[in-house]
């Protein structure tokens, strides 16, 4: 099967669904079982599969993050690109920049509260390439 790109629009940091592009190129390849494999080409931001009914679930863990690695911290030397940077590349490490999610009878295989976000840990936010990579 191809790779496809599908493009993620962030204008802000913070989780964006983007299930429903997925669920679009699912349907586009016609494939009824197999194996959804998502990766971000970027530093700065992750991937996660989260709650997608209750938006403070999401609020909550950009508040979490955010205290666990905050900008400005002494111990930075990548500073050159904003004080925001650094933290971008340290929250994409802690989290995760590819997926896995099984296809079964033609539709991915999450849970009833589950969708996929793109999360941008810049403040400038930008345009994201997640490449999608479907296998029977």
């Known amino acids: 099967m191809p ?18 592009q997925v669920v679009e190129v699912i349907r586009l390849l016609g494939i009824q079982e197999g194996l959804c ?3 971000v080409q970027h530093t700065s931001a992750s991937l996660l599969i989260q709650e997608n009914a209750d938006p403070s679930a999401r609020r909550d863990l950009e508040r979490w993050l955010n205290r666990l690695v905050p900008e400005g911290d002494a111990l930075y030397t990548h500073t050159l690109e904003g004080a925001d940077d650094m933290p971008a590349h340290i929250k994409a490490a802690l989290t995760a920049t590819s997926l896995s999610i099984p296809i079964v009878n033609g539709e991915l295989g999450l849970g009833t509260w589950q969708g996929i976000y793109l999360w941008e840990h810049r403040r400038h936010g930008s345009r994201r390439s997640v490449l999608v990579h479907v296998g029977e």
């Open 3 to 20: 790779v496809k790109t599908i493009m993620v629009y962030a204008s802000q940091p913070g989780l964006v669904n983007f299930t429903h």
């Open 37 to 39: 494999t998502l990766f």
